[in-house]
């Protein structure tokens, strides 16, 4: 079975900061990670995603990750967040060769002026 | 490209009274899932399927029912709501394995 865990539910940080939103994994089978982020009363809208190739990943609006596998990570990453990435994050896998995902629980992004 | 579409946005049901979510997708993907999302639980997965006439049961399966009668549609129905099932409903398609999914806009469902 897989499991995903986002261990910070919430990460307040002032504007043009940088910020990191941890994701842990565990899986036998190999995965394929993918962040999304929710803004208020909206669906989810892809950030970036991991299928293979170099482990750092670059996604819209400045944000990357980095898959570790010997960690089972990836966290992402922005260098200098503003007021508009107030939202919510998730991160999911994939394990390979199925259509399923396994979503954590979710990171609460506020920033704050 | 309407993407993936779900209505009704919002819902209030009594207990006991049944409804149908409905999710259509103009993307021509296979594969097609329901989610519901609670506080502090992420999304967890209803049911899915792979394909017009092939569901299966996820994660949190009981008290919903869907069917997959053609490629774009995927209703879920609620056989008889209870307050349990006040959350938020997000219906979501991929075209093929290993790629990302896109997801509707969300129905939000209360129970009373």
């Known amino acids: 079975a897989q499991s995903v865990t986002q261990l910070d539910s919430q990460v307040p940080v002032f504007e043009e900061a940088p910020v990191e939103l941890r994701c842990n994994y565990s899986?036998?089978?190999?995965?394929?990670l993918f962040w999304y982020v929710q803004y208020p009363n909206q669906g989810l809208q892809l950030l970036l995603k991991?299928?293979?190739?170099?482990?750092l990943v670059k996604g819209i609006n400045g944000f990357e990750a980095e898959f570790n596998k010997s960690q089972t990570s990836f966290h992402l990453r922005k260098p200098s967040v503003h007021i508009s990435d107030t939202a919510e994050y998730f991160c999911a896998v994939s394990p390979s060769g199925t259509y399923k995902y396994i979503f954590g629980t979710g990171t609460r992004l506020k920033v704050l002026a | 490209n309407a993407g993936v579409t779900q209505t009704p946005k919002f819902q209030v049901l009594k207990t006991g009274q049944s409804m149908t979510l409905q999710c259509a997708q103009d993307m021509n993907h296979e594969y097609m899932s329901w989610y519901r999302q609670d506080p502090g639980m992420g999304l967890r997965l209803i049911h899915y399927?792979?394909?017009?006439?092939?569901?299966d049961q996820g994660e949190v399966p009981n008290g919903y029912n869907v069917s997959r009668s053609t490629t774009e549609d995927f209703p879920l129905r609620l056989l008889s709501a209870a307050p349990s099932q006040t959350s938020v409903y997000f219906c979501?398609?991929?075209?093929?394995?290993?790629?990302?999914?896109?997801f509707g806009q969300g129905t939000r469902l209360t129970v009373v």
């Open positions: 979501a398609s991929k075209p093929e394995l290993n790629t990302e999914a896109f």
């Open positions: 399927s792979v394909g017009a006439g092939i569901t």
């Open positions: 991991y299928l293979s190739g170099s482990t």
């Open positions: 899986s036998s089978v190999s995965v394929y």
